[in-house]
């Protein structure tokens, strides 16, 4: 991304320019005024004085005048007899009172400095790595493009309306659009603190919808698994996704990847026993995995930190024989130490790891004849087997209070209510519903 540097204290958008340029001209002072059209500069005007400074400046003092001079209340312009030269009037050489103000005023030059502050979090331990690349990228992507020629110090109302509709024409969500105005907010609050301003303008207001995840219902989550342990013992070679020409702003599958391994299949049955995030996958190594053997049968999962939650987590039984299958499998292929990792131990990319997983996901249901999208348009990606571990447990589990659920699964009681138990209606657990506590003398 290229930054442009903007070489004047003032600037308007050319339609208001046109109402009134004469005394927008006079406003401005011994400064240029920059004239934007399409929120791209279009061209700088220049006032007299200001003209004479920069003629002063490069030793111009005497120009050549046009043929024909209009003097100032005369109907027609009067021919000049021989050139005349015009001398410029003394003057002092303009000195900027503040030289560091322009190279502050841009929102590139604040971007960086939000993002220098956000690692320094990072280092304290109030945020993630992964958060401030969030932040990054969002930046890249809308922000930084939109703001590239809004100065700070000229940012209102109706600048964060327009950058709201850029987002809305790309299709983002409700709540992508308010965690993007999040992002703009701190931007401004740090011009603030910078002196560039000394308020944050008024933000339009977002209404946040929330819709409940996607899941799978028992019976496809069965269909699933049984699907991909059949591909991956029958060798079946996957749907060609790139033609290896030219080049790739995405990401593809090199030839290695284009049979479904057994990981696919572990990968299913671990996720919805073991109420782990895609992420988590990508960065479970066997030091992080324990086999508990007494009362109950389970793994604790000693993940890395994920949004802000660092407690270990417990399994369902049947992730124990999951997990042996991989390491059985991973030893077999010289893998399996404690830096290893779980799932696709061979790939040390490991956000190209993910990606194959995810590719793997979307074959496997589409040969398992299983709609990639539920009945609400929602997708159902890698990510839907998290919720299904979490609905299956509200649905099925005996008695399990939402605390417990939550802290287990690394999230908070307000996300299972919003995201989870949302979704959930009478017919889902009809027994539940018909149940009746036991009583003294009452038949049951």
Same mark, same amino acid.
């Given at each position: 991304?290229?930054a442009?540097?903007?070489n004047?204290?003032q600037?308007?958008?050319?339609?208001?320019?046109?109402?009134?340029?004469?005394?927008?001209?006079?406003?401005?002072?011994?400064?240029?005024?920059?004239?934007?059209?399409?929120?791209?500069?279009?061209?700088?005007?220049?006032?007299?004085?200001?003209?004479?400074?920069?003629?002063?400046s490069?030793?111009?003092?005497?120009?050549?005048?046009?043929?024909?001079?209009l003097?100032?209340?005369?109907?027609?312009?009067i021919?000049?007899?021989?050139?005349?030269?015009?001398?410029?009037?003394?003057?002092?050489?303009?000195?900027?009172?503040?030289p560091?103000?322009?190279?502050?005023?841009?929102?590139?030059?604040?971007?960086?400095?939000?993002?220098?502050?956000?690692?320094?979090?990072?280092?304290?331990?109030e945020?993630?790595?992964?958060?401030?690349?969030?932040q990054?990228?969002?930046?890249?992507?809308?922000?930084l493009?939109?703001?590239r020629?809004?100065?700070p110090?000229?940012?209102?109302?109706?600048d964060?309306?327009?950058?709201?509709s850029?987002?809305?024409?790309?299709?983002?969500?409700?709540?992508?659009?308010?965690?993007? =105005?999040?992002?703009?907010? #701190?931007?401004? %609050?740090?011009? +603030?603190?910078?002196?560039?301003?000394?308020? *944050?303008? @008024?933000?339009?207001?977002?209404?946040?919808?929330?819709?409940?995840?996607?899941?799978?219902?028992?019976d496809?989550?069965?269909?699933?698994?049984?699907?991909a342990?059949?591909?991956?013992?029958?060798?079946?070679?996957?749907?060609?996704?790139?033609?290896t020409?030219?080049?790739?702003?995405?990401?593809?599958?090199?030839?290695?990847n284009?049979?479904?391994?057994?990981?696919?299949?572990?990968?299913?049955?671990?996720?919805?026993?073991?109420?782990?995030r895609?992420?988590?996958?990508?960065?479970?190594?066997?030091?992080?995995?324990?086999?508990?053997?007494?009362?109950?049968?389970?793994?604790?999962?000693? =993940?890395?930190?994920?949004? #802000?939650?660092? %407690?270990?987590? +417990?399994?369902?039984?049947?992730?124990?024989? *999951?997990? @042996?299958?991989?390491?059985r499998?991973?030893?077999?292929?010289?893998?399996?130490?404690?830096?290893?990792?779980?799932?696709?131990?061979?790939?040390?990319?490991?956000?190209?790891a993910?990606?194959?997983?995810?590719?793997?996901?979307?074959?496997?249901m589409?040969?398992?004849?299983?709609?990639?999208?539920?009945?609400?348009?929602?997708?159902?990606?890698?990510?839907?087997?998290?919720?299904?571990?979490?609905?299956?447990?509200?649905?099925?589990?005996?008695?399990?209070?939402?605390?417990?659920?939550a802290?287990n699964?690394?999230?908070?009681?307000?996300?299972?209510?919003?995201?989870?138990?949302?979704?959930?209606?009478?017919?889902?657990?009809?027994?539940?519903?018909?149940?009746?506590?036991?009583g003294?003398?009452?038949?049951?």
């Amino acid at each position: 991304m290229i930054a442009r540097s903007i070489n004047a204290n003032q600037m308007i958008g050319l339609r208001e320019f046109l109402t009134d340029s004469m005394n927008l001209v006079d406003q401005c002072g011994e400064s240029p005024l920059l004239v934007l059209h399409d929120n791209k500069p279009a061209f700088y005007v220049l006032p007299a004085d200001c003209w004479d400074l920069i003629c002063a400046s490069m030793g111009q003092g005497h120009l050549p005048v046009l043929n024909a001079t209009l003097l100032a209340g005369s109907p027609e312009p009067i021919e000049a007899s021989q050139p005349q030269q015009v001398r410029a009037a003394p003057v002092k050489k303009y000195v900027d009172p503040n030289p560091g103000f322009e190279k502050k005023n841009n929102f590139q030059f604040i971007a960086e400095k939000l993002l220098d502050q956000e690692w320094e979090r990072v280092e304290r331990g109030e945020l993630s790595a992964g958060s401030v690349g969030i932040q990054k990228n969002r930046l890249e992507a809308h922000v930084l493009p939109f703001f590239r020629y809004v100065a700070p110090t000229q940012v209102t109302h109706v600048d964060l309306e327009g950058f709201v509709s850029r987002l809305t024409q790309h299709q983002l969500s409700s709540t992508t659009v308010s965690q993007y =105005l999040v992002l703009v907010r #701190k931007l401004l %609050k740090v011009a +603030v603190r910078s002196g560039l301003l000394k308020e *944050v303008p @008024e933000f339009p207001r977002i209404k946040v919808s929330t819709q409940p995840r996607s899941m799978l219902s028992l019976d496809e989550y069965r269909q699933l698994a049984r699907t991909a342990l059949k591909m991956s013992r029958s060798g079946i070679q996957a749907p060609p996704l790139k033609s290896t020409d030219g080049h790739r702003d995405r990401f593809w599958v090199a030839p290695r990847n284009m049979l479904l391994a057994p990981d696919m299949f572990w990968v299913i049955r671990f996720m919805v026993n073991a109420f782990v995030r895609p992420g988590d996958l990508r960065e479970l190594k066997n030091k992080h995995v324990t086999v508990v053997r007494g009362e109950s049968v389970y793994l604790r999962l000693n =993940l890395p930190e994920t949004k #802000k939650h660092d %407690k270990p987590m +417990v399994s369902m039984q049947a992730a124990v024989h *999951v997990y @042996e299958s991989t390491l059985r499998h991973a030893r077999a292929q010289g893998y399996g130490g404690p830096e290893d990792f779980v799932f696709l131990p061979a790939e040390k990319d490991r956000n190209y790891a993910l990606a194959v997983l995810g590719f793997w996901f979307k074959w496997v249901m589409r040969e398992a004849g299983l709609s990639t999208t539920d009945e609400m348009n929602r997708p159902r990606t890698l990510y839907c087997l998290r919720h299904t571990a979490i609905m299956f447990r509200l649905l099925y589990g005996q008695g399990i209070d939402m605390l417990t659920l939550a802290r287990n699964a690394r999230t908070s009681v307000q996300m299972i209510e919003r995201f989870y138990a949302s979704s959930l209606d009478g017919e889902m657990n009809v027994a539940m519903i018909q149940s009746r506590r036991p009583g003294k003398g009452r038949k049951t």
